[in-house]
C-alpha cells in the first residue's frame, strides 16, 4: 500500500527499525537480503511509508534477538516524534 505521508505508528515503527539497523552496523541491503524483500521496500517502512507486518515484526524481533515490544517502546505518546538517525 503506497501512502504520501506516513501514519504516526508507521513511522515511529519504521523509526525504530532504522534506529535499530544502524546501531546494529547491519545496511539496508544486508537487511532487505534477510527479509527476502526489495532494499525499496526496506526503505520504504523505514520511512513509515509501508506498514510493517506483525509476522515481518516477529521476525526482526528472531533476526536481532530482541522482543517484538522493542518496535512499540515510548509509542504511549502518539504525539511521539520518530527517531531521528
Do not use: C
Not at 519504521?14 to 544502524?22: A, E, I, K, S, Y
Not at 511509508?49 to 509509542?75: D, T, V
Amino acid at each position: 500500500m503506497w501512502k504520501d505521508h506516513p501514519d504516526t505508528v508507521d513511522a515511529y515503527v519504521g523509526g525504530r527499525l532504522r534506529l535499530l539497523r544502524n546501531s546494529q552496523g547491519k545496511t539496508r541491503a544486508d537487511l532487505a537480503n534477510r527479509l527476502n524483500i526489495s532494499l525499496q521496500r526496506l526503505i520504504d517502512m523505514e520511512k513509515g511509508l509501508e506498514r510493517i507486518s506483525s509476522e515481518r515484526i516477529r521476525k526482526l524481533a528472531q533476526i536481532y534477538n530482541i522482543k517484538p515490544a522493542f518496535f512499540f517502546a515510548g509509542l504511549d505518546n502518539l504525539n511521539a516524534k520518530p527517531p531521528q538517525q
